[in-house]
């Protein structure tokens, strides 16, 4: 029997919520296979910060780097909430594994689901929606160091630099043609390269370089600010973007507002070089204003759950997951899941793969 030694991040808000219903779908998937899953879990967040004064220390890390895959919720407090400075939890706990466990590569797939409606004109079973949004994760803006001179003063300057390596970009889009080359053969880079000349030019040459050894794969180039209008008048251009951390962390939201909403988004924090555990989290946060009232859409960490079984090699209960995911889905369509909480969608779910 192949046993999987996971660990379970719930995190803040809807995180814990939300991870409980992909644990369950998880347990069902594996009931018919002959593979097991043990669970551990890590209490780390906001919470975990306020009552302790720890976002992730060595001993953590050092714990989370012998499991085989991490399933994550969410992690951050309300922005509202003053006693947890911005960025404490997102820097030191979320970025800290992304960087630590050297997640190069964030995988974030977009598509349309039959039967759920498109907020986009022309968008049906016909002409589906269906790209996968590859982002660097451990450099460009949230790598680099920053600076706040004079602060509260007329005269304050604030910096961001933004770290791009030869060695990072390449990893990253030489992984975006392999996944280019696998699915419909077509790749984009986006990037602002009218502007950020020196990191531009650096990922421009890059992908025309690796291009080379893709004769298969056509690949062209959009300005981000351009790739927003494409995804929202004409998504069906896309089969893969290829981008930096931040212009990938925005087409990342606006990419499943396009298909269906942010509970339905998932990805993967992917170690390439199998050195480290990847991490299987929803694109979402902690969403404070829903959390505790057992409404969050449960979708995106099922998702992410399926993710984590295709990366384990486990690819028949993925396809299992996501077909039962799918079919789901277009019956609520129909018959509507607005009253529905967060469990008995997990539920439903369940019940779905158990036909
Ligand atoms: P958010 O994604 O938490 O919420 C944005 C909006 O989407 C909210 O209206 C929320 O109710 C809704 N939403 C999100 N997930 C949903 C779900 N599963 N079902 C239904 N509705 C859902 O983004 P935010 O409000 O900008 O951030 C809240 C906190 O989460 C912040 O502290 C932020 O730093 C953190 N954050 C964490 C992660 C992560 O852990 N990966 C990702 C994004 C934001
Ligand atoms: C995401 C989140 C994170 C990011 C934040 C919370 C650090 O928005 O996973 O998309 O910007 O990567
Ligand atoms: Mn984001």
Not at 188 to 200: D, E, I, M, R
């Amino acid at each position: 029997e192949n046993t999987f030694d996971i660990a379970v991040i719930g995190g803040d808000g809807i995180g814990p919520e939300v991870v409980a219903e992909a644990r369950k779908v998880l347990d069902a998937a594996l009931a018919s296979e002959s593979a097991e899953f043990t669970y551990t879990e890590y209490s780390l967040g906001a919470e975990h910060w306020l009552t302790t004064g720890e976002t992730l220390t060595e001993e953590t890390l050092q714990a989370l780097r012998g499991h085989d895959a991490i399933l994550f919720g969410a992690v951050g407090a309300d922005p509202l909430d003053t006693r947890v400075p911005s960025g404490i939890i997102e820097r030191e706990l979320l970025l800290g594994l992304r960087f630590n466990l050297d997640h190069c590569v964030n995988l974030r797939p977009t598509r349309s689901y039959p039967g759920v409606v498109s907020p986009l004109r022309g968008v049906d079973e016909a002409n589906p929606i269906d790209f996968l949004v590859v982002r660097e994760g451990t450099e460009g803006p949230y790598a680099g160091n920053g600076g706040l001179l004079r602060r509260g003063t007329d005269a304050e300057i604030a910096t961001e630099v933004s770290v791009n390596t030869a060695y990072g970009v390449r990893r990253v889009v030489e992984d975006a043609f392999h996944r280019a080359q696998a699915r419909d053969k077509h790749l984009t880079l986006v990037h602002k390269n009218n502007v950020l000349t020196y990191s531009g030019d650096l990922w421009t040459r890059t992908t025309a370089a690796v291009a080379e050894s893709f004769p298969e794969v056509r690949w062209d180039y959009l300005h981000v600010d351009a790739a927003t209008i494409h995804m929202v008048s004409n998504p069906q251009r896309f089969d893969v973007i290829v981008t930096d951390n931040l212009f990938g962390d925005i087409l990342t939201d606006l990419a499943p507002a396009i298909t269906g909403g942010i509970g339905l988004a998932a990805s993967a924090s992917i170690n390439t070089a199998g050195t480290a555990p990847s991490m299987f989290e929803p694109v979402h946060g902690s969403a404070p204003d829903i959390a505790g009232k057992a409404i969050a859409d449960p979708t995106a960490a099922v998702l992410s759950a399926v993710l984590m079984l295709d990366h384990l090699g486990l690819g028949d209960a993925a396809a299992r997951v996501e077909t039962a995911v799918h079919a789901q889905l277009n019956q609520w369509a129909q018959d509507g899941a607005s009253g529905l909480s967060t469990s008995q969608r997990g539920d439903a779910f369940v019940a779905r793969l158990n036909r």
